[in-house]
């Protein structure tokens, strides 16, 4: 089936269905990586987006199978489902799981990257790209959905205790963690925090393009991270190897 990637400013590239063969409505970027296209797909940070895969080989090593490690953790996504509204390549050898093949793929994420996101929709053979309206992610709270609903302990006995909090965190950020020992709590985006409960406090870098109810709640999370670090709580908002190291050093 045909159909076309329009984006927001009119411009129009055509392209090939593949996978679910429907039209759909995001925010269009774009990832430059040679491999981890599994991984991508299944990031919550890539939630209500169309993304764009600029290396040509896509697809050429599969995708694995549902296997989990010994903590419980999915060991080749990141996360139980793809969050990606959308995705688009340069050419497709088998069908799969997916949405649109595009010849133009390169005027594309060359577009995105001089002007930055912008908003886009995947339009199927027979639809008029009017009558399908654009979807701005921005104006909703996507940490809310991509957040899980209730705390889940990982490496019960581990330590340091470190809370996690998930504003769309992936396994593998979870992986670095308690493989090198610790505990690990992860808790959802709005869940009170208590510094006598966990010696260490992680938060995955905040997505700031959510709506002004998210940044409200982040304002005051803002606070209570402050309140934590006054009582002597480690703190760290990126690298969860970089934490652990810290960690080492001052113990």
Known sequence: MKGKLVLQDGSCFEGTLFGAEKSIAGEVVFQTGMVGYTESLTDPSYCSQ???LTYPLIGNYGV???E???YGLNRWFESWRIWASGLVVGAILALG???LRNRHK???YKKIREHGTMLGKIVAEG????????HDPN???LVKGVSIKEPVVYNQQGTPSIVCVDCGLGFNQIRCLVTRGAKVTVVPWDHPLRSNEYDGL?????????????YHHYQSTEVDRRRELQTGIRYLSRSPVAFISSWCKII
């Open 50 to 52: 169309i993304l764009i």
């Open 64 to 66: 694995p199978p549902h």
């Open 68 to 70: 989990n490690d010994e």
């Open 97 to 99: 799981g997916g949405h």
């Open 106 to 108: 390169g005027s594309n």
């Open 127 to 134: 639809n008029m790209p009017e009558s399908f309206p654009f």
């Open 139 to 141: 104006v909703i709270n």
């Open 202 to 214: 992680f938060y995955k870098q905040w997505p700031w393009r959510s709506d002004p109810v998210c």
